[in-house]
């Protein structure tokens, strides 16, 4: 009997230019969110962020995150609590021209009521290294609304995926 499909496509989008994108009404059906973007913009001169809420997001200082990051020569390890929002890519910031960065973020048991939401990040680029990041969201509400923004205008592609229980 063949398995049935992991990664279940909720979402799609295009970002031409823009400097922030919502994913909302997002069904509670799944255990885990993927989002998976290829992106540049229009300034090397600033990072992404991810907020997420149910119904809005939390622009609360609810975030927390610790990151780790190598370019192949140096690397660094900082930690972050209290924050509005997880940085959505740290030093692997999505580049300009065709400096795409490749980006993964699994937010774990997304409509569980009972747990706070944990998120798994992976950033990389050519030109500047690898983000490793793992984030905490203190709420126990199930999340139906995710936010990827930056003072830079945005262009790439974004995908929403749902994993269901195994």
């Given at each position: 009997m063949a398995a049935g499909s992991t990664y279940t496509p909720i979402a799609t989008t295009t970002l031409s230019g823009v400097t922030s994108y919502t994913f909302?009404?997002?069904s509670g059906s799944y255990t885990d969110l993927i989002l998976i973007g290829n992106l540049i913009q229009s300034s090397s001169a600033a990072n992404s962020y991810i907020q997420v809420g149910n119904g809005s997001v939390d622009t609360g200082s609810n975030y927390s995150q610790t990151i780790l990051y190598g370019n192949g020569s140096s690397t660094v390890s900082t930690r972050q609590s209290g924050?509005?929002?997880w940085y959505a890519d740290y030093a692997a910031a999505p580049g300009t021209g065709s400096d795409y960065n490749t980006a993964i973020w699994q937010i774990q048991n997304y409509s569980n009521s009972n747990v706070y939401k944990s998120i798994l990040m992976r950033v990389g680029k050519a030109t500047n290294?690898?983000?490793?990041?793992?984030g905490l969201w203190r709420s126990v509400s199930a999340i139906n609304t995710i936010k990827l923004f930056s003072s830079n205008n945005l262009t790439g592609t974004l995908t929403l995926y749902g994993i269901a229980a195994a």
């Open positions: 909302s009404s997002i924050q509005t929002a290294g690898t983000d490793a990041m793992v």
